[in-house]
Each structure stands twice: as structure tokens, then as C-alpha cells.
């Protein structure tokens, strides 16, 4: 049966807008899915999503996506969760053969132990829980969750629900999200904090799904703080914090650059790292790669027009498959699915970098990109009248996590 959802919270744990990455030079073959694999290529949405979109999803073979989960917005109170968006995005995705690759993130107010002081409590939603209190509270919302669409997940045996998916467990899971960016990891970033957070998680998800693993979260080269929070120190001094190699899987990462040899270099760099520190044989994601498609202008090196967006995209996209063994990729997402329809003070690219424009009419660039993963641009009309739809107005207000870039 299509997968079609009981109840749906609006807005549930969808909005965020994260960055961009991508990799260097020539053009994508015709087909690159038989060669690569379909979960190689992948988005991020960064609103709620329609059963159609994920449809659509599925008929140009997306083959992952990456999924923002909110830990305040699924436990709202103590022991007290709403999965119902979840439930519809993991039944949906699976119905289409899409991998989700969710990144979790954020500490909700009602968590005991956790440094707020002189900030907002939006603010101190992103104070990673690592204290003694606070850290239990956040293994067993992991618990929860793996538990529940892991490889052993209730979800896929539960009967009494609205849902019958394929079984398409949740087998990999990225923690946090950009952590030597303060704008992510509050009050200021800490290499021996995220390395602790990324331990706890580690054990508390693969004590409950032992075919779990680990994601780093994605960094970038310039964050906001200082020269120690770029790539080359913040790495360095991660990679060798004590006993951490042993707790993570795969590292990611958000190389923005304005041109295709910047994003090149940006990766050699990242992989030089790995194999001086040790984690040369982990597996590296490309957790967001994108540019805007709005008319260029000056001084907003990743807004390109439609056309510059298209062939940077099928650009980035040959290299990346043509470099796949060599720089040990374990996949590659775009940033992002669909225009948000409102904008960001402090990341210009992200109002256009999506595949469609906010009314669902698709980009260039997302013909190349069903070009290179061999779909279909659209989903076939189904025989089924359509269920219930999350809703998928523009909110309010922005995001819970601004993104930030040129």
C-alpha cells in the first residue's frame, strides 16, 4: 500500500537550512546510478515534505535523504514523544527505496543540566547535551528512536498503525550538526565536547542496533570564531581526541567554494587531514553540496542563475563520481530539495539553491540531476486518491537554525 500518514504535526522537525558543498570538474555521464550506486546521490529537504514530493523523490531516484530530527520537536516533554511526522517521512521514503540519513540535533528547554546562561532559550536549544544530567536524558531519546526505526525497529512490525512500508531500516546516524560553527554548538564550540557528545551517542546507538553507525556532523572551512574553528585545526584536533576513531564510521563535510577547484581542494585537504591523524580509512560524506539559482550578483560567490547552478551541479557531480574510491566518498547530497519561498539574512544562496522553486516547478538543474541518477523527472499519477498532506505553507517565522554563508 502507499504509505500515507495517521496525523501530522505541523511543522513538525523539517525546518532548518544547513549549507552547501560540492567537488571539481568534468561533466557527469548520461547515467552514473548503475555505476554509483542509487543511496550515492541524495538531498537535503529543508521544508516539510508532500507524499507527492517523495514520490517524486522516488521516481528520480533520490536515492538519500538527509533528514533534519529535532530532538525538542519529537520529545516535547519528558518520555512524552510525537513520532507522527517521523512515521510519515520513514514510511514514504520507503515506499520509494529512499535511504534516510537523519541528522540529530538540539536539546530541548526541559532538560535538566544544561549551561544556558545569557542565552535565549532558542539559543540554548543548541547546547549539546554533554553534561552528567543532561546526557542520559539524550541516550534515551536515542534510544527511542533507534529503537524504534532501527534495524530491530517497532516500526516495521508495528501493525496497528496506518502504515505497511517495505522494511527500510535507519542504519546510519549523523550527530549534530556543523559543531565548530557557534551559530550550531552554543555557547562556543568545544573539540572535547563534541568529541564527548559523539562517544555517548555512539554507545547509546549501537547498545541498541548493533548495525548501526556513526556520521560525524558536517563542517565547513570558515566558520565564525577564529582561525582554530577551520577546517585544518578543528579537524586535526577532533580526529585525535582520545578513543574517538573507535566511536565514529564516517566523517563528513560542507566545502563551500565559489568555483569547482575550490571545492576540490577543500576535499584533497579534508582527506590529507584524515590520513595524518590516523582516520585515513573512514568513509567521507558530502552531507550538502549546492549553489543558488537566482540571478548572480556581486559579492554572493554561490548564487550562479539557473543555468550556472545546472552545470555546476552536473560538474561537481562527475567529479565527485569519477573521484568516488580515491577520496573514499560514501555519498553525495544536494543542498537543497525546494526553495523555501522566503529568505535568509545571512545565507543569500539558500532561498534558491533547491532542485525545484518553491511552487514544486522543477530547475535545470534538477533534469540534470534525474539525468545523472537515470530517473524520471516526475512520478507516474498513482491509482489511489491522495491521503492527508502535512501542511507546507511557509512558517512564520525563520527557522530554528539560520544557516549562515555568502
Known sequence: M???????????????AAIAVMAVAAVAP?????????????????????RKELDQMGAGNVGTMRQLVLWPALEGANDQFDWSYTDFLVANAAENDIRILPFLYATPNWVKGVDCRGLTDELCQRVPPVSPKASG???DFLRAIVGRYGSNGTFWTDTSDAYNPPYKPILEWQIWNEPSSQTYYRPKPKVKGYAKLVKISHDAITETDREAQIVLAGVFPEPEGGSRFRLEPYLTDLYRQ???PKHFDSAALHPYAR??????KQIKNVRRIMRRTGVAKKKLWITEVGWGSDPPVANRPLIKGEQ????LLEQS????ADRRGAWNLAGVLWYSWRDPGYGYENCPFCSSSGLLKENGNPKPAWNSFVRITGGQPEAPPGDEPPPSEPPSQPPTQPPIIPPILP
Open 308 to 311: 550556472g547552478q545546472k552545470e
Open 259 to 264: 568555483t569547482i577547484n575550490g571545492l576540490k
Open 137 to 139: 536524558q539524550w541516550e
Open 242 to 244: 582520545r578513543g574517538l
Open 317 to 320: 557531480f562527475g567529479l565527485l
Open 2 to 16: 502507499t504509505a500515507s500518514p495517521r496525523r501530522i504535526s505541523a511543522g513538525l522537525a523539517v525546518r532548518v
Open 30 to 50: 548520461a547515467s552514473a546510478s548503475a555505476a554509483e550506486g542509487r543511496e550515492f546521490w541524495g538531498v537535503v529537504p529543508i521544508e516539510d515534505l508532500t
